[in-house]
T-cell receptor
């Protein structure tokens, strides 16, 4: 089974802090994704990566950046955290073509910005 | 661009009753379709997927879904719901003209004993 592990289940940070969310997958998947999940809005794609050191903007990249130095690890960075970034963050991975392969999800990080 | 709609935000059923969750998509050709389930405090788990072929797809946990091209729908069904099925369900669509899956806004299922 694919295992996608997010480093923290719950995280509390202060406004203006630089925040790092880490995600690791163990199935040698090429593609990795970061989503945020908010009630009534479903999943919104922040960034994705289809290879090491490659990144593509999703639908809501503002205020975020990502890093993929190794194939198994994909980090989401909040450059200067703000209260409107309080949310559930989900990491996912897949192989092959992004549009026709299922994505495998971690358990999420619930981030609160005070 | 493709889109996906889950018209029901919240559904309540009694344990043992049948279930149908609706999903409608918008795309000119045959899309790739997925259903996921998210239990409280968990990530999303794949229930089933449709790529081509037989329009009735069987998944895990006793779920099935039927692709109806004429209605642009991919509804999820289960003949008898268990209390453990209470969760949020997401439909997703992928198409060859874009590098992502589009997720619906989800349907929250509540199950009464």
């Amino acid at each position: 089974d694919v295992k996608v592990t997010q480093s923290s289940r719950y995280l509390v940070k202060r406004t203006g802090e630089k925040v790092f969310l880490e995600c690791v997958q163990d199935m040698d998947h090429e593609n990795m994704f970061w989503y945020r999940q908010d009630p009534g809005l479903g999943l919104r794609l922040i960034y994705f990566s289809y290879d090491v050191k490659m990144k593509e903007k999703g639908d809501i990249p503002e205020g975020y950046s990502v890093s993929r130095e190794k194939k198994e690890r994909f980090s989401l960075i909040l450059e200067s955290a703000s209260t409107n970034q309080t949310s559930m963050y989900l990491c996912a991975s897949s192989f092959g073509q992004i549009y026709n392969q299922p994505q495998h999800f971690g358990d999420g990080t619930r981030l609160s910005i005070l | 661009a493709q889109s996906v709609t889950q018209p029901d935000i919240h559904i309540t059923v009694s344990e043992g009753a049948s279930l149908e969750l609706r999903c409608n998509y918008s795309y000119g050709a045959t899309p790739y379709l997925f259903w996921y389930v998210q239990s409280p405090g968990q990530g999303l788990q794949l229930l089933l997927k449709y790529f081509s072929g037989d329009t009735l797809v069987q998944g895990i946990k006793g779920f099935e879904a039927e692709f109806k091209r004429s209605q642009s729908s991919f509804n999820l069904r289960k003949p008898s719901v268990h209390w453990s099925d209470a969760a949020e369900y997401f439909c997703a669509v992928g198409a060859g003209n874009t590098d992502k899956l589009i997720f619906g806004t989800g349907t929250r299922l509540q199950v009464f004993p």
